[in-house]
């Protein structure tokens, strides 16, 4: 292979990276803001003890967990606009699409963290007078961030990943940048390595830490 | 017999009258005629499958009874409606189940502790969330129930650090801290090492010293003989047999009574 890595451009694209690096970090705490609340009732819907609610939080996950977050993606862009008669920035259609993707994923990671709390802690607690919905909040609650924690964590490693799809609804994150650059300096080889290795350094510290936590949890238990 | 309270000393704290629980065709319980006194101290052996844990969880609405009633002080619980036919169901609501629960407390096999809260804290919580009680007050409650069960110097220790003698004194405290007038405990030493039960069966013990009512769950019958004041024996979901403690376990009056206990190479004492 003949050839000439030349790297000395990525100092001058450092700073539009950091722009994109930005809008990244934007994009992701978005939709896990979004993805972790809207997540936790749905995954109420799940555990409800009325079948309709059930359905409806079952259906919720098996739709937006089953469709790529790609199509979603677009779907919001250029479909949805049609549905509600406005359109959307692509900003605000990557993180419709992106967080109920997450919301799907997460309120699956609720559900099997609520029904992984024994019986007995129900009783427990029932057993000195608090209702069931004082249980929930102040003995299972707990319990299930607790036990989930690495779970949400993974979860937050795929939202950062995922966020890359943005690029095709010209959102400006890292992803967009990094083409753009690439086809103007006419040097994808090294220009999409380091974006790559941005996104790397960015997001093993998360995945480091996750693993970390089920050690931890692991021993301790 | 009348539903309205009676102040006379003596009547019964809690009652059942024909309690029922079926599991889906499974009749676990048969009819359970059961008076509990205050001060009275009963407990209840049976083989397993006996239907003796089942009661035990009704009295408490940890499981709701399909038939029969549970009446507390003289309270129905429950709201009972009539059908056209004569037949009578009764519905519970959580919020009076919630009240009863406050008044009969229940100490668990498997202790049931809340590992992410410190002992004082698990005691503390039904004093908090249920009585609303202020946190420093609760505390301090908390801390003189955990010192009675000989746990002063655990207040701030993580369940998961004490042994499971310390952990079941622990749900013994918090059961204690709500002031319960009836207690009942489910098999409270079955799932403990041997060399942990003396101090839990101890620690029981000395509530029979404070003239605490409590019903009683167990396999060990030799510490339901120095435990109880009364003996139910259930056998298929129905009372066998049922009498004082001396009765029972010195003089039982039906076959099947007498080869439970005989049987039983704990009851030497």
Redesign the interface.
């Known amino acids: 292979m003949g050839y000439q890595f030349d790297f000395s451009m990525v100092i001058k694209i450092l700073p539009v990276l950091w722009r994109g690096v930005i809008v990244t970090v934007e994009l992701t705490v978005a939709c896990l803001a979004v993805g972790l609340i809207l997540g936790f009732f749905v995954a109420l819907l799940r555990v409800s003890p009325a079948a309709p609610l059930r359905f409806v939080g079952r259906a919720f996950v098996e739709i937006f967990r089953n469709i790529p977050a790609l199509i979603q993606l677009i779907w919001f862009f250029y479909a949805f606009p049609i549905v509600i008669g406005a359109q959307l920035s692509p900003f605000v259609a990557a993180v419709l699409g992106i967080s109920l993707n997450t919301a799907a994923f997460s309120a699956e990671i609720y559900r099997s963290g609520i029904q992984s709390i024994e019986r007995g802690q129900w009783e427990g607690a029932m057993a000195i007078g608090m209702s069931r919905a004082a249980t929930f909040r102040r003995v299972v609650l707990p319990q299930v961030f607790r036990r989930m924690l690495p779970a949400f964590t993974n979860r937050a490693v795929e939202v950062a990943k995922v966020t890359s799809l943005a690029s095709v609804l010209s959102v400006h994150e890292l992803m967009y940048q990094g083409r753009v650059l690439s086809s103007t300096f006419y040097r994808p080889l090294e220009i999409l390595t380091t974006v790559g290795l941005v996104y790397l350094v960015m997001i093993y510290p998360m995945t480091w830490a996750s693993a970390a936590m089920e050690r931890r949890m692991r021993r301790r238990a | 017999m009348s539903d309205t309270p009676t102040p006379e000393a003596g009547a019964p704290i809690l009652r059942s009258v024909g309690l029922r629980k079926s599991f889906g065709s499974l009749d676990v319980l048969k009819g359970i005629d059961l008076d509990v006194k205050r001060g009275d101290r009963i407990a209840i052996i049976g083989g397993s499958g006996s239907g003796k844990s089942t009661l035990l969880r009704c009295l ?1 609405f ?1 499981e709701c009874p399909t038939g029969g009633q549970v009446i507390l002080d003289g309270e129905r619980i429950g709201d009972a409606r009539v059908a056209k036919d004569g037949s009578e169901t009764i519905t519970y609501r ?1 919020r009076d189940l ?2 009863v ?2 008044r009969v ?2 100490v ?1 096999q ?7 809260m410190s002992t004082v804290e698990n005691v503390m ?2 004093l908090v ?2 009585l609303r009680r202020p946190k420093a007050e609760a505390r301090e409650r908390a801390a003189q129930e955990l010192a009675r069960v000989g746990l002063g110097d655990k207040l701030d220790v993580y369940p ?1 650090r004490l042994s499971g003698g310390q952990q079941q004194r622990v ?1 013994i405290a ?2 204690l801290a ?1 002031d319960p007038e009836v207690l009942l405990f489910d098999e409270p030493t079955s799932s403990l090492d041997p060399e942990l039960v003396g101090e839990v069966l101890r620690t029981i013990l000395s509530l029979a010293e404070d003239g605490r009512t409590m019903l009683l769950v167990t396999h060990e019958l030799g510490f339901a003989y120095r435990f109880a004041t009364h003996v139910i024996y259930l056998s298929d979901g129905v009372v066998h047999e049922t009498g004082t403690a001396e009765e029972v376990f010195r003089n039982p009056q039906r076959d099947k009574t007498r080869a439970f206990i005989a049987r039983s190479s704990e009851f030497s004492l």
Do not use: I, Y
């Open positions: 408490n940890m959580e919630m009240a629960r406050k407390g229940m668990f498997q202790f049931n502790l809340f590992p992410h919580e039904g969330t249920v998961g749900a918090r059961a709500m």
